[in-house]
């Protein structure tokens, strides 16, 4: 945690390991398992349960090198009902979770300079950044839905890591 301007700074970070070793398509969920696939966490988000505040970074990690794709991120303040497996139709942003929805990030495309392959969103980039948040009354944490916008080809289990900067209030 850091405190910037008398600004609570917090970081989050949740890794999964991408479960498919096929292709992705357009629109495809990012998760750890095809049948029993989990949304992303991100703990801590509010100070407090009920907690408010700011996203004010993003970043998308992916330990494959040469992996290029463009990321959304559907955040909700409530675990959403859309489709959470690995590899299967996006279905995020659906009617039944609009009670819960924050927003999105959009990740620009993935790159890397020999090592890990990278996507970072500030308020100064596009992106959707700063997006305002309110926790649930009783939680804590913010959930998310990792969408591919373009297909790419996961030659193994590889950990892909959101890392979210929160600016809490």
């Not at 009920?50 to 409530?78: D, H, S």
């Not at 590899?87 to 999105?104: M, Q």
Request: one cysteine or more; aromatic letters at 8%.
């Amino acid at each position: 945690m850091a405190t910037i301007e008398g600004k609570r700074l917090v970081t989050v970070s949740t890794t999964k390991a991408l479960a498919s070793a096929v292709a992705y398509a357009i629109e495809d969920v990012l998760s750890e398992h095809a049948t029993t696939g989990t949304d992303w966490d991100f703990d801590t988000a509010g100070k407090v349960n009920g907690g408010t505040g700011f996203i004010v970074k993003a970043q998308a990690i992916c330990e494959t090198t040469a992996v290029t794709p463009r990321l959304t991120l559907f955040l909700f303040n409530v675990a959403p009902t859309s489709a959470v497996n690995d590899n299967v139709a996006n279905t995020a942003l659906l009617h039944a979770d609009l009670t819960k929805y924050i927003g999105k990030i959009d990740f620009p495309a993935m790159e890397d300079l020999g090592g890990d392959s990278e996507a970072i969103v500030t308020p100064s980039t596009y992106g959707n950044l700063p997006l305002t948040f309110t926790c649930a009354s009783a939680d804590d944490a913010l959930y998310g839905i990792l969408v591919t916008r373009d297909a790419f080809t996961n030659t193994a289990t590889n950990d892909m890591t959101i890392v979210l900067t929160f600016e809490q209030y």
